[in-house]
Nanobody, 122 residues
Framework: QVQLVESGGGLVQPGGSLRLSCAAS????????MGWYRQAPGMERELVAR??????????SVKGRFTMSKDNGRDNQKTFFYLQMYNLKPEDTARYYC?????????????WGQGTQVTVSS
């Protein structure tokens, strides 16, 4: 089992910035895909960004404003990935979830964090 824990959400004014973090309880070598989804009330969950095979993809709505990055944890026991969000808009308001698709012994399994709320409002 891989545990994912998000942090960094909050309330921000339009035009502001936030950085979300996700800590995965496994080595980066056990992760095939990592990414972020978001879900606003009454809406379907949508992919925001993901890293797969060294390629980073973004939803059209966040291109140029959001940047996803990753970092190996010390001793390769954990993996950290981040979503840096700039120029936030009210329509970015949602609960943000990190997820990972496993490789090696976790192949075929998908893991989710509990989510962190981002609210963009003046």
């Amino acid at each position: 089992q891989v545990q994912l824990v998000e942090s960094g959400g909050g309330l921000v004014q339009p035009g502001g910035s936030l950085r979300l973090s996700c800590a995965a309880s496994t080595s980066i070598f056990n992760i095939a895909v990592m990414g972020w989804y978001r879900q606003a009330p009454g809406m379907e969950r949508e992919l925001v960004a993901r890293i797969s095979g060294g390629i980073t993809e973004y939803a059209e709505s966040v291109k140029g404003r959001f940047t996803m990055s990753k970092d190996n944890g010390r001793d390769n026991q954990k993996t950290f990935f981040y979503l840096q969000m700039y120029n936030l808009k009210p329509e970015d308001t949602a609960r943000y979830y990190c997820y990972s698709e496993g490789s090696r012994q976790f192949r075929g399994r998908t893991f989710w964090g509990q989510g962190t709320q981002v609210t963009v409002s003046s």
